[in-house]
């Protein structure tokens, strides 16, 4: 473990409730998040020390620390972590520093290391100043955050040092979201506090004018006022306050160099231009000392208390305030020479690092290098899936050679993969307008296709869609026109312009197959494929087109089109076996991680968790990955087609498990929004208002609900099944029953969704025999989910039941039992009151009634109305009730009758 910095006071002053909270965290032994802001010198570091040696032996303990320029040591806090500890595999530690390993291959290996480590003790993990986290770093600490067991994760960071363009900021953002994380804020020390820790540092009381004067000076700053104490020897404080105080901590940090000879202020000034961590060889080579002479100098630094020894031939800055205050009263020519000489010493080796070539080719105003190594280092930093690293290369070059066409297209994917949208935008636009190639325009265009569906600005999708048709018409051709024509498919797809998108793939498939283009064949094939697969009729074709491209996908690095097509087999027809459908999900999440794409790899992930729960039959399951994933993306606004696209889902799965209250939440999340699909809210309100029996609430909503669906394009069977379940629970009137079933249908829908809403509608309709060739037709399959599949054979009994075929119903009735034995809610009542029709209750259960005799005296009043066609709001005038009164009474009939329609009713009490 790397040693933690220390302080001149023998016991910490002013921290105590925040040293209790992170006790009782790592006490308690469960996984918790806990995050420490405060300005530099607050005191971060020394709190984590005192909470370290409060732990029991058995405890695992492992810290890291972030350095500036972090950006080349990617994984930089992990390995600082388990730097010199003998248990770590060697093989492990060679794969997780392997640049030519995948960042997903890399990431995972750290999280072995990890394991392997702690196994099941408790563990506490600290990753030191997250504001210099290189993004891998970061990755990892959001990974150690989801993993169960007995730990406490850590971060440190600067609050004033954090901007968006780096990887903490995200970092911070999504923790806030997806996890109970503790924060713990350092403020200043008080005037008593200054008083106190003085007594503590001396071993006396400190006069009340020193304490006043010293408080003053230091801005109750811990770190400054020890340092003050530290450069007096003795601690006289009444001494130190005679002298003249400096007015800075800068200027008591550069105190501790001032008497250097001048050959070890050379060496210092060059160790702050090298970095955080100095490779004793590096500093050799860059100063010109010799080795005796620079150990004696490095052994002085480390006396002094300015350099620690951080690994074998390698030292470090005790603080980085040390080193900032060093590096500020360096004159800027010096400053450049040593850049220089650690620029010459990394060229002539060959330097394998392009981050750390452009930092010193930058400091040593040597732009001609640093622009060809911020080039070759954000083309390779955006092949491992670190955009936010290949961001802060390409912007560093675009800062000399703002029209460069290369770092342009580099910054444009960047920002788009960290999903900064807004820069993506900037920067792609500026792509195309430099764009001096057919190629380069083609690829701009290409991105901001995509960028600007991602926000929601349509028209300019369209028009950009135009400038693409424009230049295919002046291109040859070949590759670029082959190119080209994968956009335009790909813009008609997000546009649900299913027709156009197959035809420009299949256009663009030509070109390929003619000029062997094997990348654009992949490409025009994930668009033709997802296409395809949006549609039922088209469907096996499509996954069939996709689960042939993803291994020559993943061979030739395409990670963001192997992660689109196994996200789009996943999220379509689901793979027929669960452990099947569990491992395109995982394999989904690996290659979006290896891409940087973020969407994919965790709001998508978390929904593919949740339909996996479906096809199994958990709902509880179901609703618990949703809810994890919401609540790691709360907040999340993807200004995109899908404004939220959990809040949706988990509305539907509430309305499903009968948690009515839990939606009208969801649905006032939903309604702040303005990127909303104009059909969702009219659509769960519909439904929720069916399910608490209000009709005239149901009736409004289904209103709007139609005039949206006039504007919309595609069609969901799913959707239709459940609007038209939950409008047969309300007992919706024939006519506009049937005028919502048509609105939710058309030709594209599967058709085992369209046999199911029409043996449901011809069941409502009286026309029993009807009904169950419908039902039994679709009773197995595969696109319905076992819970859609028993109420199937709920409906399928209830025909049975009709034609008084009560042997064949209850077999029907006990194969909905298995597939609805993971359920809950609606599907499950039903299914309870077709058992009791068939006296199929459980054993222990009291004997009830059931049929017409189970009603109460104003219920058989109410059901012969009902048998008179009347609806709610007629049944309230004649009973001089509310309407909703009445729409209970009809639920409560319809439960105790067993039936899902009104029509049925009449079956059973019989007209007046």
């Known amino acids: 473990m790397r040693s933690v910095r220390g302080g001149a006071s023998p016991v910490m002053i002013g921290r105590d409730s925040e040293l209790r909270r992170l006790a009782r965290l790592a006490a308690a032994r469960e996984p918790a998040v806990a995050i420490i802001a405060g300005e530099p010198g607050i005191g971060k570091t020394r709190l984590v020390h005192e909470l370290l040696a409060t732990l029991s032996a058995e405890t695992v303990v492992l810290v890291g620390q972030a350095e500036p320029g972090s950006l080349s040591r990617p994984y930089e806090v992990l390995l600082d972590a388990i730097d010199g500890r003998p248990e770590v595999d060697e093989e492990q530690l060679a794969a997780l520093a392997d640049p030519r390993r995948s960042p997903v291959e890399r990431l995972h290996t750290g999280l072995a290391v990890l394991a392997d480590l702690i196994g099941d003790s408790p563990a506490v993990i600290v990753f030191e100043d997250l504001h ?18 007995p730990r406490l994760l850590i971060g440190t960071y600067r609050p004033d040092e ?24 350092l403020d200043r020390l008080t005037p008593s506090q200054t008083a106190a820790l003085l007594a503590a540092a001396t071993g006396a009381p400190a006069p009340l004018r020193a304490a006043t004067a010293l408080h003053h000076r230091t801005g109750g700053n811990p770190f400054f006022l020890e340092e003050l104490l530290r450069a007096l020897p003795g601690y006289d404080v009444e001494a130190l306050v005679e002298q003249p105080l400096p007015w ?104 394998s690092d392009p981050a750390m070539v452009a930092h010193h080719a930058r400091g040593a105003g040597r732009y001609d290098d640093m622009i060809t190594a911020a080039r070759r280092g954000a083309a390779l930093y955006l092949s491992i899936g670190s955009a936010y690293q290949a961001l802060q290369l390409a912007e560093m070059g675009l800062d000399e050679a703002p029209d460069d066409i290369d770092l342009l297209a580099s910054a444009a994917r960047a920002a788009w993969l960290a999903g900064l949208l807004d820069d993506a935008l900037r920067y792609g636009r500026r792509w195309r307008d430099l764009a001096g190639s057919a190629t380069d325009r083609a690829e701009s265009l290409y991105l901001l296709v995509r960028l600007t569906w991602e926000t929601r600005e349509t028209d300019n999708m369209r028009a950009l869609t135009h400038d693409i048709e424009t230049l295919i018409a002046q291109l040859p051709p070949g590759a670029d026109q082959a190119r080209a024509m994968t956009a335009i498919a790909q813009s008609a797809y997000l546009r649900d312009e299913f027709d156009d998108a197959v035809l420009w793939s299949d256009r663009a498939l030509a070109l390929a197959e003619k000029f062997d283009l094997p990348a654009v064949r992949l490409t025009a094939l994930v668009e033709k494929g997802s296409t395809l697969m949006d549609r039922g009729p088209t469907a096996a074709e499509g996954r069939e087109i996709l689960s042939g491209l993803i291994d020559e996908a993943e061979r030739r690095g395409e990670w963001v089109l192997a992660a689109r097509a196994l996200h789009a087999l996943v999220d379509g027809e689901p793979p027929k076996s669960p452990a099947e459908h569990a491992a395109a999900l995982e394999r989904m999440r690996i290659n979006a991680e290896r891409a940087g794409f973020e969407s ?60 009515l209250d839990r939606v009208d939440g969801l649905i006032a999340d939903l309604a702040v929004l303005t990127t909303n699909p104009p059909t969702v809210i009219p659509g769960i309100a519909f439904h929720l208002a069916c399910r608490r029996g209000d009709l005239p609430r149901a009736e409004a909503a289904m209103d709007e609900l139609l005039a949206a669906l006039e504007g919309q394009a595609w069609r969901s069977g799913e959707q239709a099944h459940d609007l038209i379940s939950a409008a047969l629970e309300i007992g919706l009137p024939a006519q506009r029953l049937d005028r919502l079933a048509t609105a939710l249908l058309d030709a594209e829908v599967w058709d085992a969704y369209r046999t199911l809403v029409d043996a449901q509608l011809a069941e409502a309709h009286g026309r029993h025999a009807e009904a169950l060739a419908g039902y039994l037709s679709v009773a197995e399959a595969h696109i319905l989910g076992p819970a859609t599949r028993g109420t199937v054979r709920v409906g399928a009994a209830r025909c049975l039941l009709a034609g008084d075929r009560r042997a064949e119903a209850a077999a029907q009735s006990e194969a909905a039992a298995s597939l609805l034995a993971g359920w809950g809610g609606w599907r499950v009542a039903q299914l ?33 109305l009902i048998s008179d066609g009347l609806t709610n709001t007629e049944l309230a005038r004649r009973l001089y009730i509310s309407p909703k009164t009445a729409a209970v009474h009809v639920s409560n009939i319809l439960r105790k009758l067993g039936v899902s329609s009104r029509t049925e009713v009449g079956d059973l009490v019989g007209r007046r």
Do not use: C, K
């Open 132 to 149: 210099w986290a290189d993004s891998e770093s970061a990755a990892l600490f959001e990974r150690i955050a989801d993993q169960r067991g």
């Open 162 to 185: 954090v901007t968006r363009r780096q990887p903490v900021a995200g970092l911070l953002a999504r923790m806030e979201r997806r996890h109970a994380v503790t924060h713990v804020r």
């Open 248 to 351: 800075s901590l800068a200027e008591v940090l550069r105190r501790q160099v001032d008497d250097l000879d001048p050959v070890s202020h050379r060496i210092v000034e060059a160790a702050t231009v090298l970095g955080h961590r100095i490779p004793f060889d590096l500093l050799a080579d860059v100063t010109g000392a010799g080795e005796d002479e620079l150990i004696a100098v490095l052994r002085d630094l480390v006396t002094r208390g300015v350099l620690v020894e951080s690994g074998d031939d390698e030292f470090a800055f005790r603080h980085a305030l040390v080193r900032e205050a060093i590096t500020d009263q360096m004159l800027g020519r010096q400053r450049r020479r040593l850049h220089e000489a650690a620029l010459d010493v990394l060229l002539r080796g060959g330097a």
């Open 600 to 659: 994919l790899a965790v709001a998508t992930y978390f929904r593919g968790r949740a339909r996996l729960a479906l096809r199994t039959g958990d709902l509880r399951a179901a609703i618990r990955a949703l809810e994890e994933g919401r609540e790691r993306d709360r907040n999340y606004r993807r200004r995109g087609r899908w404004a939220e696209y959990h809040g949706v889902f988990l509305a539907g799965l509430y309305l499903e498990a009968g948690e």
């Open 832 to 864: 309870a009151q077709v058992r009791a029709r068939l006296g199929l209750a459980p054993a222990d259960a009291e004997p009830a009634v059931s049929g017409p005799a189970a009603l109460t005296p104003r219920e058989r009043e109410v059901a012969v």
